[in-house]
């Protein structure tokens, strides 16, 4: 069983950055697809960045040049850094590693707001 537990959320003001990470209890992420995704208030989750196992990057529109996903093999963690933030990121943030089934960590929540 996986665990995966975000971390880095909090309140922004908008323009802000924001470096949110997720720690993996296994050497997970060099096997198997990862990313971020989010759920902001009343809407469906939806994915702001994934890395596949060798190292690809995909975004989603809202997130091309802002954001950026990374990862640590060896630390076992992904990252996501955000930066020039918008009060329209502001959701909970969730890990997601794509393996034999999908695990989900508790999510962080990122709210950007003055």
């Known amino acids: 069983q996986v665990q995966l537990v975000e971390s880095g959320g909090g309140l922004v003001q908008p323009g802000g950055s924001l470096r949110l990470s997720c720690a993996a209890s296994?050497?997970?992420?060099?096997?198997?697809?990862s990313g971020w995704y989010r759920q902001p208030p009343g809407k469906q989750r939806e994915l702001v960045a994934d890395?596949?196992?060798?190292?690809?990057?995909n975004y989603a529109d809202s997130a091309k040049g802002r954001f950026t996903i990374s990862r640590d093999i060896a630390e076992n963690k992904v990252f996501l850094q955000m930066n020039s933030l918008k009060p329209e990121d502001t959701a909970v943030y969730y890990c997601?590693?794509?393996?034999?089934?999908?695990?989900w960590g508790q999510g962080t929540q990122v709210t950007v707001s003055s």
């Open positions: 997601n590693v794509r393996g034999v089934v999908s695990y």
């Open positions: 296994g050497r997970i992420f060099s096997f198997y697809p």
């Open positions: 890395i596949t196992a060798d190292g690809r990057r």
